[in-house]
C-alpha cells in the first residue's frame, strides 16, 4: 500500500486554486504544462492537480519572467536548479555511506591476553594462544 500521508509534493490544488495561489491566470498554467515547465499530476478524469511544489515552481518560474528571462531561459535554469538539488541528495548519500563505513572500521575488538589481561587487537585479526603443554612433577625431598 502506498504511503497516502500529504506533503509537498501531494496533488491537492486545482487549477484555478493553483491559478489563484500563484497569482497568475489559469491559461498561463495550461500553457506551461503543454511547454513542459510545470507538470501537474492527473486525476483519472485527465484534470490538473497540482502540488505545493508546483505552486513554489510558478511563483520561481514568474519571478524569473519579471527579471527577464525568456521561457527557454526558465526552463534551463529549472533543469540545473533540478539537478543540483539532485546531486545534492547523492552527495548526502554518499557522506553518509562514508561515515557508516568509517565508524564499521574505527570499532575496537577485545581480548583476553596471555595473563588474563583486556588487550586491545586489530579487526580481523587472531589472538595467538600458547598450545604448550607445561608438566610439573614435585622434585623427590632429599
Not at 2 to 28: C, G, K, V
Not at 78 to 91: P, S, Y
Not at 121 to 130: A, F, L, M
Amino acid at each position: 500500500m502506498a504511503d497516502e500521508r500529504m506533503n509537498r509534493y501531494s496533488p491537492i490544488f486545482p487549477i484555478a486554486q493553483a491559478a489563484e495561489l500563484s497569482d497568475m491566470h489559469p491559461q498561463t498554467l495550461r500553457q506551461y504544462d503543454r511547454i513542459g515547465l510545470v507538470s501537474p499530476q492527473r486525476t483519472r478524469g485527465n484534470t490538473r492537480r497540482y502540488s505545493l511544489h508546483d505552486i513554489e515552481q510558478l511563483r520561481q518560474i514568474q519571478q524569473l519572467s519579471n527579471e527577464g528571462l525568456s521561457l527557454e531561459g526558465i526552463r534551463r535554469v529549472l533543469t540545473l536548479q533540478n539537478e543540483v538539488g539532485r546531486l545534492e541528495q547523492r552527495v548526502r548519500e554518499l557522506e553518509r555511506a562514508l561515515a557508516d563505513a568509517v565508524v564499521g572500521s574505527e570499532r575496537r575488538v577485545f581480548a583476553a591476553g596471555t595473563g588474563g589481561e583486556v588487550v586491545s587487537v586489530s579487526r580481523g585479526t587472531r589472538v595467538r594462544r600458547k598450545t604448550e603443554l607445561v608438566v610439573w612433577r614435585p622434585q623427590p625431598r632429599l
